[in-house]
């Protein structure tokens, strides 16, 4: 009778084989996206990142610049300790707003060396762009109310331009507020509100109807 083997004995000492449990899970150590080591990213020199910061690209055209993403410029940007010109004008903003300040003097990309306001979202900007904004919006309201009116004077008829028309209002105890550059700032549906409540005149016949000179006739649109 031939010699059992060592390994028998010891399956038939732990009694059959069993496979082991397969694993639901995933050990908290693995992660379920790729980790990018150091050694992974793309070399760039220092020199020449210092060179296209110092022009003052921002994170993008860098990038473009080297041809490489913008997350490969941010990691070489910490790495070699610099910063972009916009980069640093955001944490130099936030060191004057948390001071205190609420004017400062920079540089604007339209008007050159100019006052900057600090504005209720916390950023500042340039007091000259902000009122150029500010009119365009207003003459783009007047324009509006202008067309929807008639775009015309209710008394003589003039329709050369709408600077020169203005709206009157013919119950003064109806009047909410000017339509003048004032009102204009409110938003469209307050001005359409107020509007519908005034006759078009041109600037001689509003002053004439103001003074009593000249009355409105009794057919003009009113609310």
């Known amino acids: 009778m031939g010699r059992v083997p060592a390994v028998s004995k010891a399956a038939n000492l732990l009694g059959p084989a069993t496979t082991p449990p397969r694993a639901t899970h995933r050990p908290e150590h693995t992660f379920a996206f790729s980790v990018r080591f150091e050694w992974q990213i793309r070399g760039v ?20 610049e080297l041809g490489c993403v913008q997350t490969t410029v941010r990691y070489w940007l910490r790495r ?15 060191g004057a707003r948390d001071a205190g300040i609420t004017e ?6 339209k008007h050159g060396r100019a006052r900057f306001v600090l504005d209720t979202q916390g950023c500042y900007r ?14 783009q309201i007047k324009e509006i109310l202008v067309t929807e ?11 050369r331009h709408v600077a020169a028309l203005h709206f009157h209002h013919r119950d003064p105890a109806a009047k909410r507020f000017g339509l003048g550059a004032g009102g204009l700032t409110r938003s469209l549906a307050s001005a359409r509100a107020e509007a519908a409540k005034c006759d078009l005149l041109c600037s001689n ?3 004439e109807v103001e ?12 609310a």
């Open 126 to 139: 340039c007091a000259k762009c902000r009122a150029d904004r500010v009119a365009t919006r207003r003459r």
């Open 45 to 64: 020199d220092r020199e020449e990142l210092a060179r296209l910061v110092a022009l003052g690209y921002t994170q993008r055209a860098i990038a473009v």
């Open 211 to 222: 003074v009593g000179f000249a009355a409105l006739p009794p057919d003009a649109d009113c």
């Open 205 to 207: 016949c509003h002053a």
């Open 149 to 159: 009116a008639g775009g015309r004077c209710v008394l003589c008829g003039y329709d």
């Open 80 to 94: 070699w300790g610099l910063k972009t010109q916009p980069t640093l004008a955001i944490d130099d903003g936030r």
């Open 104 to 109: 400062r003097e920079l540089d604007c990309k």
